[in-house]
C-alpha cells in the first residue's frame, strides 16, 4: 500500500501562507506550522492597528488645531465649543488642514465661531 500524498489543493494552501510571511524572521518564514501561527497573530495585530491609526490621526489633527487656536489666543477645547454654539459642522480632519495650510480660512472660521 503507498501513501496518499495530498496534492495540489493543500499544496497551494500552504503555498499561500508560506508567500504571506514571506519576510518574517528565522523558521517562521519558511515552516508551515509556525508560519499559520504567526500569520494569524499578524491579522489580529494588523487588525488592532487599523483602530490605533484612526485614533492616533484624530490626536494629530487635535493637536495642530489646538496650535493654529493658540496662536489666535484660543484653547482646542474652547474653539470647539464656540463652533458647537455657532453650528458650523466641519470635522476636525478639515479643521487640522485649514489650520496648517490656510491659515486665513482657519482664523476666518475662528472669528465666525467667536461672532
Given amino acids: 500500500m503507498a501513501r496518499v500524498k495530498r496534492g495540489f489543493k493543500a499544496r497551494r494552501r500552504r503555498n499561500r501562507v508560506l ?11 519558511n515552516r ?3 508560519a499559520v501561527e504567526v500569520l494569524r497573530k499578524s491579522w489580529v495585530y494588523a487588525y488592532i492597528g487599523r483602530k490605533h491609526k484612526k ?3 484624530r490626536a494629530l489633527w487635535i493637536t495642530r ?8 489666543g484660543l484653547s482646542y477645547s474652547k474653539l470647539i465649543f464656540a463652533l458647537k454654539q455657532a453650528d458650523i459642522g ?3 480632519k478639515i479643521l487640522a488642514d485649514l ?3 490656510d ?8 472669528d465666525t465661531a467667536r461672532a
Avoid: C, S
Fill in 65 to 72: 488645531i489646538n496650535a493654529g487656536a493658540r496662536i489666535v
Fill in 32 to 34: 508551515y506550522r509556525q
Fill in 19 to 29: 508567500k504571506q510571511v514571506e519576510g518574517f524572521f528565522g523558521g517562521r518564514k
Fill in 55 to 57: 485614533r492616533n490621526f
Fill in 103 to 110: 491659515p486665513a480660512a482657519f482664523k476666518a472660521i475662528i
Fill in 99 to 101: 489650520a496648517i495650510a
Fill in 90 to 92: 466641519i470635522d476636525r
